[in-house]
């Protein structure tokens, strides 16, 4: 029984396995004989061929002599096809999906000495449209091939001769040509030349040869041209800002992949590239859009590049002749899209040589070198070419820099630069006008920026903004732990520095009306020495008059030495002066003020608001001024030359000079003055007031001894025309004030005071006036004479403080004086000199009246004579 279950089982199978054998061999039959009309009435294509076996057992097809056309030409829906294969090999080739879903799939494909024309079918909305993929190969292989791919519109889009090709695991899909890329394989071998390619209406890209060679590709004549000109790319792409242009000789790489989103390779070595861009000018918002897919490359190596970049009006903006690049790991994916610099790498370095750009400005380097801890640039020139913000007209023999650290995080730059040198660099830097800041230019800084030391040396250096040039000779200068932080007042920076030497041979800075210069400028966060300073006139008294609308003083002014210790913040966010003494010596200073000009009708504040009105904290816990010369020299329209006050061997010591911003710090100003008057007589005075006080109000008292009166002749005698002789023994004042005017007390003890009053012209004395004006004055004040108070001294708003401080000596001069001051007395003096002038004349025409009289009686005496006779 069971013996014939299995009997019967065998033969079942036996009469199944007959008739599939029976069945493939009929298929096999209709396939060789039948398929090329079945083709052609069910696909979109007719197919001829010489011979074509068919092994249905495993799928594999082998055929020879080929000719393949579409059967509608006109159709743009499919893909088209035209040409002729001499041999085609299939292996296990689908025949359920080419017949029943026409799909051509195979998982090797050989083709020899294909002649084809592709026709790239018409792209669909792929939104409302879904086609499967009509060709599907797992591994592909073709020798001496001739392929041309068009567009739907017959457009040439590919083209390549004599190519041999094989590649594994290909996949070629409509969707793929159209939108991403044409092939998508994991290994391949590839051989070919004349390669065309052409992906719009401006650009076409083609390559003489290329050949792989154990993994390795070589590309020789790699050009990128665009189809258009410069001005046509203008004129019909006006939201496209850039036109580009490639041309390679040669260039090899490595294991080379393409795999769905992503292109991979290795070794890369580009040699004597030619890259030009041109830029339009315009400035295109592009919405954000990810990549499509990522490229990786493990090494780029390129040698001995030249680079151009074109400016709308075809001049060169960029121009570097010797480029030579090395890039480890070169990335650029979804990650690094979205940093403002979107490529990632491991390590790279930049060589280059005769380097040139222009953006307003011309800028030349010999040569340069980047890596991402280095930097370094030799013999930089620049020279201005047209109006900017700035103009440099320099040379730099050395630029030099360490980065210890570069990148960026969440699109923000994270930069920590250990030290920069700057060696040599001689010329000029012209600012013609403040450019406006633009809002939000910091918001891609990761703050703070840190530079932690920089090295000026052996520099000679101009800085000149509104033609005001300031000139450092031999300049060197080291700066440690520079921070850029972020000044959100200002939306700008800030600088913070640790500290900073800085040492010139020169200092020169030229204003409008002045001339400053130093033999030598020594400075620290600490400690500042200035040797041989001047401020001195660049015109003329007589040219610096007719310049000004108003008065204003004119300065002469020369200094030993300066020096100041302390500590000092002058370029940080939060500015601040804070020095324990600040020493002046051996200055000689001249003021000379005419009032030729008109008055200047400008309040003048107190010496006390000026100080508050400094807006950074600042604070002298002494300042001195030793062995000094002050001259001060007035001159007006009725005086015969300017009249001298000279102050020499002046002292002055100033505590707690301040602007009453620094907390904890005294605000009340003592000011101590010891000097020689008119070079002959002791004066001290001693001043003092609050910066905090917004009254304003101060005090100021001095004793001013033995003053030959001949003393004041410089002063007097050409803004008075009157000179003095006698003694002052000795002046006491002790007066207080506000911005209102002056007052206190006075005492003045002379002795033998007479004055001699001067014709304008010849100065010679006039002894009638003279005589008289002595009428007028006291003398003598006796030995013991009593203090005067002065009060009521209102002060002119427009004047100085010394105007009202003088006003009130002058109010008790006058008190001490019999109430009358000297130019009161002139005046009385020249009204009665008038009076007598005009007696002479009156008995001068009486004269000539006599005599005219006393002629004309002789003559009638005469005549009666005559007569008799």
């Known amino acids: 029984m069971k013996k014939n279950w299995v009997k019967k089982l065998l ?57 393949v056309n579409n059967k509608n030409p006109q159709n743009t829906n499919v893909i088209g096809l035209q040409g002729t294969i001499d041999t085609l090999k299939i292996s296990r080739f689908g025949i359920y ?115 792989t060679t154990n993994g390795q590709m070589s590309v020789e004549n790699f050009q990128l041209q665009p189809l258009i000109s410069f ?133 030349f380097a010999e040569s340069f070198s980047l890596t991402p801890k280095t930097g370094e640039i030799k013999n930089i020139i620049a020279k201005p070419v047209q109006s900017s913000n700035a103009l440099l007209d320099f040379k730099t023999n050395l630029l030099q820099f360490n980065i210890a650290k570069f990148g960026f995080d969440e699109k923000k730059l994270n930069l920590d630069i250990s030290n920069v040198l700057v060696d040599g660099i001689n010329g000029k830097i012209t600012s013609l006008k403040s450019a406006p800041k633009k809002k939000g230019s910091s918001q891609g ?64 800075y030229k204003t409008r009306f002045y001339q400053m210069k130093m033999a030598n400028l020594n400075a620290t966060q600490n400690a500042v020495q200035i040797t041989q300073f001047s401020m001195l006139p660049l015109v003329s008294r007589a040219q610096f008059i007719r310049m000004i609308p108003v008065e204003q003083d004119l300065y002469n002014i020369k200094v030993n030495q300066i020096t100041a210790q302390g500590n000092w913040d002058l370029f940080g966010e939060n500015k601040s002066v804070n020095a324990s003494n600040v020493i002046i010596q051996s200055a000689n200073a001249n003021i000379f003020r005419s009032k030729i000009p008109a008055d200047d009708p400008k309040i003048k504040p107190l010496y006390s608001k000026l100080l508050r009105s400094i807006k950074i904290p600042m604070y002298i816990n002494q300042l001195q001024l030793k062995n000094s010369i002050l001259e001060y020299e007035e001159d007006t329209p009725k005086s015969n030359g300017p009249g001298k006050l000279t102050f020499s061997n002046f002292n002055m010591n100033v505590k707690n000079l301040n602007s009453a911003k620094m907390k904890g710090k005294p ?31 101060f005090a100021i008292s001095g004793k001013l001894s033995n003053i030959p009166a001949v003393a ?83 002060r002119d708003p427009t004047k100085s403080f010394f105007n009202m401080f003088w006003k009130g000596i002058e109010s008790g001069l006058k008190q001490t004086l019999v109430g009358i001051n000297v ?31 006393t002629s004309s009686s002789s003559t009638q005496h005469k005549r009666k004579n005559k007569d008799k006779k």
């Open 11 to 67: 033969i079942g199978f036996g009469i199944l396995l007959g008739i599939i054998l029976l069945a493939n061999f009929g298929l096999n039959i209709w396939l060789k004989t039948q398929l090329p009309d079945y083709i052609k009435k069910n696909t979109d294509y007719k197919v001829s061929y010489k011979s074509l076996n068919v092994d249905l057992g495993t799928g594999n097809i082998l055929a020879t002599g080929i000719t």
């Open 445 to 508: 800084i990761n703050y703070p920026i840190t530079v932690r030391k920089i090295n000026v040396k052996n520099s000679n250096i101009t800085y000149d903004a509104n033609n005001q040039p300031l000139s450092l000779r031999n300049l060197n200068a080291q700066v440690e732990n520079l921070e850029l932080i972020e000044n959100s007042a200002k939306n700008g920076m800030a600088a913070k520095i640790k500290s900073y030497k800085i040492v010139a041979d020169d200092f020169q």
């Open 231 to 363: 001005e046509e790319f203008k004129q019909n792409y006006p939201e496209k800002s850039k036109m580009f242009q490639f041309s390679i000789p040669k260039m090899n790489f490595t294991d080379i992949a393409l795999e769905k989103n992503k292109i991979s390779l290795a070794n890369a070595h580009i040699i004597n590239p030619f890259i030009k861009a041109y830029d339009t000018g315009i400035s295109v918002k592009k919405a954000v859009k990810k990549k499509s897919f990522d490229i990786d490359f493990k090494d780029v190596k390129v040698d001995h590049a030249k680079v151009q970049m074109v400016k709308s009006n075809e001049k060169d903006l960029l121009f570097a002749q010797d480029l030579n690049i090395n890039i480890n790991q070169l990335q650029m994916n979804k990650e690094s899209s979205e940093e403002l610099i979107p490529v990632l790498y491991k390590d790279f370095k930049i060589y280059g040589k005769n380097i040139y750009y222009n953006d307003k400005q011309d800028l």
């Open 667 to 697: 605000t009340n100003v003592d000011i101590k003055i010891d000097c020689n008057f008119m070079k002959t007589t002791p004066l001290d005075v001693n001043w003092s007031f609050n910066t905090a006080d917004v009254n304003d109000n």
């Open 97 to 211: 999906d080419a017949i029943f879903n026409k799909v051509i799939s195979s998982s090797d494909l050989l083709l020899a000495k294909p002649n084809l024309n592709i026709i790239l079918a018409k792209p669909v909305d792929q939104k409302t449209s879904k086609k499967p993929n009509p060709v599907k190969f797992e591994n592909i292989r073709i020798n001496d091939g001739t392929i041309n791919i068009f567009r739907y519109n017959r457009q040439k889009y590919v083209g390549v001769e004599a190519f041999n090709l094989y590649v594994e695991n290909l996949q070629l899909t409509e969707e793929s040509v159209e939108e991403k890329l044409p092939v998508v394989f994991d290994q391949y071998s590839i051989k070919g030349k004349n390669f065309f390619f052409q992906p719009d209406d401006v650009y076409a890209l083609k390559i003489d040869k290329i050949t």
């Open 823 to 853: 130019d009161k007395t002139k005046k009385k003096v020249e009204k009665a000199e008038k009076k007598i002038e005009s007696v002479k004349k009156s008995i001068k025409d009486a004269k000539k009246d006599i005599s005219t009289l």
């Open 712 to 794: 004041l002749n410089s002063f007097i005698v050409p803004y008075l025309s009157v000179s003095a002789t006698g003694s002052i023994q000795q002046m006491l004042f002790n007066f207080k004030g506000n911005p209102k005017g002056i007052g206190g007390t006075f005492n003045l003890k002379h002795k033998d005071l007479k004055i001699s009053v001067l014709d304008k012209k010849s100065r010679e004395k006039k002894n009638l006036l003279s005589a008289v004006a002595n009428l007028f004055i006291k003398s003598d004040s006796g030995k013991f004479p009593e203090s005067v108070v002065v009060e009521g001294v209102e």
